[in-house]
């Protein structure tokens, strides 16, 4: 049986490397603009599960794993920033505030028609950022990349407060990840 990563993210394969899966990536094509929901774990799930149902098309014999991670701050639901100016942006408005980090998690197996999802939420305080660390942290990393324009290095740097599950690094939920392929017989 085939592992597919739904996504081309260096982080998410980060995750299946850690555990030392074969797999392959394949982009979900999904514009997660057009799938909107007011509750921030509804809308991980609704996200996760999209990527996974639209990749799994393409496959009969796979295991389909599929992700999404924003940051919640205000009520307002981030994403990835449109530019380097939008990344400053986002870090000025995070500064000195407490954000949440929200990851969803689908797997769905294409033999046996059963998709696992989960949610995962992590609260993060900010200390108050300087423009300077602002703009060298946004000129030395890969900010586009990341909801909320900041990635495990950006917290190291920034974060005073993290309560929760720690999926920075890879942007899926390592713990659950870890289960839901083992409810599908892959060892790990």
Do not use: W
Request: charged share 25%; glycine share 4%; hydrophobic share 45%.
């Amino acid at each position: 049986m085939k592992i597919i990563l739904a996504s081309q993210s260096p982080f998410r394969k980060h995750a299946l490397d850690i555990l030392g899966l074969e797999y392959q990536t394949v982009d979900s094509r999904v514009d997660e603009r057009l799938i909107q929901h007011a509750d921030p774990s509804e809308l991980a799930q609704l996200l996760s599960k999209s990527k996974a149902m639209v990749v799994a098309g393409d496959y009969t014999n796979a295991i389909i794993i599929a992700a999404d991670l924003f940051v919640v701050c205000d009520t307002t639901i981030i994403q990835k920033p449109k530019d380097e100016e939008q990344a400053r942006e986002m870090l000025h408005f995070f500064s000195g505030k407490m954000l949440e980090i929200v990851t969803g998690l689908a797997m769905y197996n294409t033999i046996t028609k059963k998709m696992l999802s989960t949610t995962e939420r992590c609260k993060v305080r900010f200390r108050e950022l300087s423009d300077f660390e602002i703009g060298d942290y946004v000129k030395r990393f890969p900010v586009l990349q990341c909801a909320g324009a900041f990635e495990a290095d950006g917290l190291l740097r920034f974060a005073d407060y993290i309560e929760g599950n720690y999926n920075f690094k890879t942007a899926v939920p390592m713990n659950k990840l870890i289960l839901f392929l083992r409810e599908n017989g892959v060892e790990v």
